[in-house]
């Protein structure tokens, strides 16, 4: 009998899934709304799935963002549902919405005037700092500024326009945008400006003034001493044209194109290189121009006062050499004439004869020359060496009223007899030789003066007769008939030299001359640009120049020591501490005068001589091995060697307050020797008083204790500057 069939009924239960954010992404630009995003890229993920069952989350709409704000993890509600293959097999978890936290509101580009790139030549820089020319920014935006150290380089933002911390003398670049704001990014960058920092600024000594005596001028130009620059250094010179404080600068000591009878400002400084700037300009001299040349123009006269023609006309010295020749009336006409003091020399034959003229600008008309009867000659002659001279007067030693006591009898009666005469004045330097004894005598005179520049300044007389033979063959004259005048010009090493004086040697007797006449007549005098001196004299033999000068004294110095000597003001002076067994140089004091040492640590260094007399002590530590107690001498000025059975002595030095000692502390000084101290005030105090064992020597701001047999005390004490109550305070040395 068949079977019946039988049916069984299954109920399925859909799987639920959870969603997840997956690798989803929802943004939308900023618009100020909270209107919906969009799905930019990926999808929501699902957990549970039964192996490659075809199932997903679709995304039916996105709601709308909490807030308009720019921003990241937003949470946006999404109407979600399930599609596939399998779709039927399975719900979600969370009915059709889904929270998405992770939503973003992005900023927009920013849509406006861009910044521009920064202009060079308006940054201010130091060498650790640049600051850029600020910019003006669009309405309701900032500009910011960013630099990098070079074209490809990251870079590096700011808010500010100024950059510190930078390095000296380097390239970086620098560059300005509109500033990212809450709602949109960042302006374009601007092209890149390149902007050097400055090299570091000089600090080592600077350069010294130039000397307000030029080394060569004319009327368009001045040459200037060259300066000795630092070790290692080099100087370049400077001039202020328009007198306005803006100064031109050059490496050439030579300043052209100026104009005539103008004073210009000169300074010095040491010359940037590429590890540093320029150093800090110098002090400035004044120097000023040569008149523009001009015309000497004149008559010349034979003896019996007819006019000469075809005579020579020389103005000496001159290179190249200044003539012209007289016409048939006489007359004679030299144009550019520079200005100068010149022999003015006129040769007619075998005849000269000379005078002195002085040229300073203005036209000078008149200066007419007459020769005198017979073969009468006047000379002016300097040997090479020596300075230049022009003479004035030679002419009259031999007019009728003097020729008496110019010439002997024998000699005039051979020249009015058709004989000749020369007075042929000479000026001759003394070689360092020939001038030793008159110069010791000079200075046994001289006082404080140092003397230099020797001359041998003579008039040498020279007599033959119609034949032709030598009756006086350059004789010297002692003393004239008559007085000359005589233009010297000063050496440019002395033309700033301090008391320039004048003194002679005649007749075996040093003398001073002075700058009013004497009893003779005779006297000197010195022109406003100090280039010349005028001597109007008679008696004839050996000058000299003197000058002021005065004494350094150095103390204490070790074998080979130097420096000691008599010095001018404004000389550089070179001391050298020397060396000493068992010691090590331990810094300078300067125990009087008023200076400043270049470097007070090193044993050999140089300082201006002031116009006055200067003492420099050495001091000295003990470096041996015999030294008792093992302190030696910290910053005095001991002096010598030692061994352990020397006797020592301390000295005790204490400061108040509002200053300090060199050395503020016992000082250990071996029997018999020497210990320097400086008294140092704070900025704002000065020296009250020093004691010394008790007992004051005055505001003193340094103390030397010499052959010291005993323990001593120094004591400084301060006030402050302006005030007269001294600042006594604690002692700065308790011990």
């Known amino acids: 009998m068949p079977t019946s069939a039988t049916t069984t009924s299954f109920a399925i239960t859909a799987k639920k899934l959870t969603v997840t954010d997956g690798d989803l992404v929802v943004k939308k630009a900023f618009d100020n709304s909270t209107s919906a995003g969009t799905v930019t890229s990926g999808k929501l993920g699902l957990k549970d799935v039964e192996g490659t069952d075809d199932v997903s989350v679709k995304i039916d709409t996105v709601g709308v963002y909490a807030d308009a704000n720019v921003g990241k993890n937003k949470t946006v509600t999404l109407n979600i549902s399930l599609e596939g293959a399998k779709k039927g097999n399975y719900t979600l978890d969370s009915a059709n919405t889904y929270k998405f936290t992770k939503a973003e509101i992005t900023k927009v580009a920013y849509v406006g005037t861009e ?96 000397s ?17 620059p630092p070790t290692g ?79 020579k006309v020389t103005l000496t010295p001159s290179d190249p050499l200044i003539t012209a020749t007289t016409d048939a009336n006489g007359k004679y006409t030299i144009n550019n004439v520079p200005e100068g003091t010149y022999s003015l020399v006129i040769k007619n034959g075998d005849i000269t004869i000379t005078d002195k003229i002085d040229v300073a600008g203005k036209p000078i008309t008149g200066k007419d020359m007459q020769f005198l009867d017979g073969d009468k000659n006047t000379v002016v002659e300097a040997t090479p060496n020596a300075p230049e001279v022009a003479v004035g007067g030679m002419n009259d030693l031999l007019n009728n009223s003097n020729i008496n006591s110019t010439l002997t009898p024998e000699e005039k009666k ?35 003066q140092k003397i230099d520049l020797l001359l041998d300044l003579s008039v040498l007389k020279t007599v033959k007769d119609s034949s032709g033979n030598t009756l006086t063959n350059g004789e010297k004259i002692s003393t004239l008939a008559d007085i000359i005048e005589i233009r010297i010009s000063i050496p440019a090493d002395l033309q700033s030299k301090a008391g320039l004086s004048l003194y002679r040697m005649h007749n075996g007797k040093p003398e001073k001359l002075s700058t009013t006449p004497d009893a003779n007549g005779e006297f000197y005098s010195i022109d406003q640009s100090g280039e010349f001196m005028t001597v109007h004299v008679k008696n004839f033999s050996t000058y000299a120049l003197g000058y002021n000068a005065y004494t350094v004294t150095v103390l204490d110095g070790g074998t080979g020591a130097s420096g000691k000597g008599n010095y001018s003001s404004g000389d550089t002076v070179t001391i050298n501490a020397g060396t000493k067994t068992d010691y090590s140089f331990n810094g300078w004091t300067v125990t009087t005068g008023t200076v400043s040492l270049v470097n007070a640590g090193n044993a050999s260094t140089t300082f201006t001589m002031p116009a006055e007399n200067v003492t420099v002590t050495a001091s000295w530590t003990f470096t041996g091995s015999n ?52 008294i140092i005030p704070d900025k704002g105090y000065q020296i009250a008083d020093v004691q010394v064992n008790g007992k ?40």
């Open 414 to 448: 051979a020249v009015d007899a058709n004989g000749s005469v020369e007075l042929k004045f000479t000026a001759d330097l003394k070689t360092t030789t020939e001038g030793t004894q008159d110069k010791s005598e000079l200075e046994a005179i001289a006082g404080n």
């Open 627 to 678: 030294n008792p107690g093992g302190g030696g001498n910290q910053g005095g000025g001991s002096t010598g060697g030692g061994s352990s059975s020397d006797t020592y002595f301390y000295i005790k030095a204490t400061a108040g307050q509002g200053g300090s000692m060199s050395t503020s502390e016992r000082v250990k000084v071996r029997a018999g020797e020497s210990a320097g101290f400086t």
């Open 212 to 228: 307000k005596i030029a080394d060569k001028k004319t009327d368009i130009s001045i040459t200037l001493k060259t300066v000795t």
């Open 115 to 210: 910044a521009t790139a920064t202009d060079a030549s308006k940054a201010i820089k130091t060498d650790t700092t640049v600051t850029l020319e600020a910019q003006t920014a669009p309405s309701n935006e900032t500009i910011e500024y960013g630099y990098s150290d070079s074209i490809t380089g990251t870079i590096v933002w700011k808010d500010s326009n100024a950059f510190t911390g930078l390095s000296a003398n380097t390239d970086y670049y620098f560059y300005a945008r509109v500033k990212e704001t809450d709602t949109h990014a960042a302006g374009v960058t601007s092209v890149g400006t390149k902007i050097k920092t400055d090299k570091v600024a000089y600090t080592g000594t600077q350069s010294t003034a130039p």
């Open 233 to 311: 250094e080099a100087v370049e010179y400077g001039i202020d044209t328009n007198n306005d404080g803006t100064i031109t600068w050059q490496t050439d000591a030579t300043f052209s194109t100026l104009s005539a009878d103008t004073e210009y400002k000169f300074y010095t400084r040491v010359k940037e290189n590429d590890k540093h700037k320029a150093g800090t300009a110098s002090a400035s001299a004044t120097i000023k121009t040569k008149k523009a040349p001009t015309t000497v123009s004149g008559n010349v006269k034979d003896s019996d006062g007819s006019n000469l023609a075809g005579a």
């Open 696 to 735: 004051s020597i005055g505001a003193k701001n340094s103390y030397v204790f010499t052959n010291v047999l005993s323990d001593q005390t120094i004591h400084a004490t301060f006030k402050k500057a302006g005030h007269s109550n001294p600042q006594t305070g604690v002692s700065t040395d308790e011990r």
